[in-house]
């Protein structure tokens, strides 16, 4: 008879001579097929190759960067997880590897080889080129195609007479060694050029594009670097670095150029006029009598900021201005300046200007005068008034000025005086 521990696998289809006739029940029958084609599925995929449908298009390329046959397509299929490498043979049997232990999930796949590798184009000739997969078991298998180089281009990126001057700067906005050329030569067009400095720990410090010449041309090459700090941002801590050049031509050719670089008393300049006034001698003048401005400046910054004279305390008149008396602009110094509403010299700003402090208060660097990190200097400023000016109660203003760069504070304690006549 059909008990409970059967009937889920079999079914009964009558007896014959008190035994009970048995067949596969529709719901085992089911599971018999399925498991047959599981079987059938597993069988194939162990005897599947590991690498299959190796395709090289075109076989034979040009790397000339003209736009024909200058890459070749290598197509292949890996059937399960793999490690894949990649490397042609030359015709002394020498190898060059394109790919080496790279992760390959199932599938087809399609590498690009335009003929060079490690920044260096191969040169004409036959190749072999070899596919070679290893499974999670260990289990490898090799394919091998031809390819033949011809009419690749023969001649390789040049960077030529590369040059860091000075090779040691100070770029600090002070006017003296604020900034370095990089200067190069490439013997051919590249496809991309990139310049940077390079610090110890690998971090890049990228410089400007070329300013004479577009990026990647042939020929002459410089490039200006200020670490930055025209732009208000922190240059790389003071030490010593590498410059690097780096190019690559439309066919894969690499050239990689070096030199040093020092930098010094890097930092950007930070001055202020302390609580942004200053003390005036009188609110009345006299045409003839000398006006007085007292204030305080403090570097507040990490650098050392250049100033120059004339000295605190020296008195100009109102006919002078800091040109004739022999104090010309410098680039990157710090002074403080007058101004008043028409003065003589209109159109010049601040046309009276004075050092940040006296001569010994101040520190010599290199032959130029400096106002320390967190120094502290008092300025005074004496001006005769001597013509007389546009309006008897003009307004005088002091400001900081950090000469053919920026006024840094301006219209600093506006303070309306008389002046009779």
């Known amino acids: 008879m059909l008990d409970e521990s059967n009937a889920f696998w079999y079914t009964l289809a009558g007896s014959r001579g008190g035994?009970?006739?048995?067949?596969?029940?529709?719901?085992?029958?089911?599971?018999?097929?399925?498991?047959?084609?599981?079987?059938?599925?597993?069988?194939?995929?162990?005897?599947?190759?590991?690498l299959?449908?190796?395709?090289?298009?075109?076989?034979?390329?040009?790397?000339?960067?003209?736009?024909?046959?200058?890459?070749?397509?290598?197509?292949?299929r890996i059937s399960r997880n793999s490690?894949?490498?990649?490397?042609?043979?030359?015709?002394?049997?020498?190898?060059?590897?394109?790919?080496?232990?790279?992760?390959?999930s199932p599938g087809p796949r399609t590498a690009y080889f335009g003929g060079a590798l490690d920044g260096s184009l191969l040169p004409d000739g036959q190749y072999t080129c070899v596919?070679?997969?290893?499974?999670?078991?260990?289990?490898?298998?090799?394919?091998?195609?031809?390819?033949?180089?011809?009419?690749?281009?023969?001649?390789?990126?040049?960077?030529?007479?590369?040059?860091?001057?000075?090779?040691?700067?100070?770029?600090?906005?002070?006017?003296?060694?604020?900034?370095?050329?990089?200067?190069?030569?490439?013997?051919?067009?590249?496809?991309?050029?990139?310049?940077?400095?390079?610090?110890?720990?690998?971090?890049?410090?990228?410089?400007?594009?070329?300013?004479?010449?577009?990026?990647?041309?042939?020929?002459?090459?410089?490039?200006?670097?200020?670490?930055?700090?025209?732009?208000a941002a922190k240059p790389p801590e003071d030490g010593t670095y590498t410059v690097v050049v780096e190019a690559e031509d439309f066919v894969g050719n690499r050239d990689v150029a070096t030199d040093t670089l020092i930098i010094d008393m890097g930092g950007v300049p930070y001055v202020e006029i302390v609580?942004?006034?200053?003390?005036?001698?009188?609110?009345?003048?006299?045409?003839?009598?000398t006006l007085t401005f007292t204030c305080t400046v403090k570097n507040y910054g990490t650098v050392p900021v250049r100033t120059k004279g004339p000295e605190s305390g020296f008195a100009y008149t109102s006919t002078q201005n800091y040109n004739t008396e022999g104090y010309h602009k410098e680039s990157g110094t710090f002074r403080v300046g007058l101004d008043y509403e028409g003065a003589a010299s209109a159109g010049r700003r601040y046309p009276w200007r004075w050092q940040l402090g006296l001569d010994e208060e101040l520190t010599e660097i290199d032959g130029y005068t400096?106002?320390?990190?967190?120094?502290?200097?008092?300025?005074?400023?004496?001006?005769?008034?001597?013509?007389?000016?546009?309006?008897?109660?003009?307004?005088?203003?002091?400001?900081?000025?950090?000469e053919d760069v920026w006024i840094v504070e301006d219209y600093v304690d506006t303070h309306r005086i008389s002046v009779e006549y």
């Open 131 to 231: 596919l070679e997969a290893t499974d999670p078991k260990g289990r490898t298998e090799n394919v091998e195609k031809a390819l033949t180089i011809r009419g690749g281009d023969p001649l390789h990126i040049e960077i030529e007479g590369m040059s860091v001057y000075p090779d040691g700067f100070t770029p600090n906005r002070d006017g003296v060694s604020d900034r370095v050329t990089v200067a190069y030569r490439l013997n051919k067009e590249a496809s991309w050029v990139d310049v940077y400095v390079l610090g110890d720990d690998g971090t890049r410090y990228p410089i400007p594009e070329d300013e004479i010449r577009e990026m990647g041309a042939p020929g002459n090459h410089e490039h200006d670097y200020d670490a930055g700090v025209d732009r």
């Open 370 to 402: 400096y106002l320390m990190p967190n120094q502290t200097a008092t300025v005074v400023g004496r001006l005769q008034i001597v013509d007389e000016p546009v309006r008897t109660e003009p307004i005088f203003w002091i400001g900081l000025i950090h």
């Open 19 to 50: 035994e009970d006739i048995l067949y596969p029940s529709k719901e085992t029958a089911i599971r018999l097929a399925v498991l047959a084609v599981l079987a059938i599925v597993l069988l194939g995929c162990s005897h599947r190759p590991l």
């Open 83 to 104: 490690s894949l490498t990649m490397y042609f043979v030359d015709e002394t049997g020498a190898r060059h590897y394109y790919r080496e232990d790279v992760r390959r």
């Open 52 to 76: 299959s449908d190796v395709i090289i298009q075109p076989d034979t390329i040009s790397p000339n960067a003209d736009g024909t046959d200058d890459v070749a397509q290598i197509r292949y």
């Open 275 to 289: 609580k942004r006034a200053a003390q005036w001698s009188s609110d009345l003048l006299v045409l003839g009598d």
